[in-house]
């Protein structure tokens, strides 16, 4: 089983900015792509980045060029920088990710707990 533990969610002001982190735990035996989604109030899940384990990503087209997702495989851990926030962006936060972990060595996808970001104008 992998625990996905997220932090850095909170309040901001319009044009502020934040980053999310998500942290891997358990008996992880590989990670693949590594994601964050979204659920705005009302609305449902929705993508905002996928970073593939080789470092390619890609971002919804509303946070393009304002977000930017990393991942550090050392630390089995990946990030969200967030940049010029808006209303808009006002979400729970969801991480994701594809992986395998020991002693059954299958690829499942795991979900964190999400983290409220809430950005105020």
């Known amino acids: 089983q992998m625990r996905l533990v997220e932090s850095g969610g909170g309040l901001v002001l319009a044009g502020g900015s934040l980053r999310l982190s998500c942290a891997a735990s358990?008996?992880?035996?590989?990670?693949?792509?590594m994601g964050w989604y979204r659920q705005p109030p009302g609305k449902q899940r929705e993508l905002v980045a996928t970073?593939?384990?080789?470092?390619?990503?890609n971002y919804a087209d509303s946070v393009k060029g304002r977000f930017t997702i990393s991942r550090d495989n050392a630390k089995n851990t990946v990030y969200l920088q967030m940049n010029s926030l808006q209303p808009e962006d006002t979400a729970v936060y969801y991480c994701?990710?594809?992986?395998?972990?020991?002693?059954?060595?299958?690829?499942?996808?795991?979900w964190g707990q999400g983290t409220q970001v809430t950005v105020s104008s």
């Open positions: 358990g008996r992880i035996f590989s990670i693949n792509a």
């Open positions: 970073i593939t384990r080789g470092g390619t990503t």
């Open positions: 994701a990710l594809n992986g395998a972990t020991m002693p059954i060595i299958r690829a499942d996808d795991y």
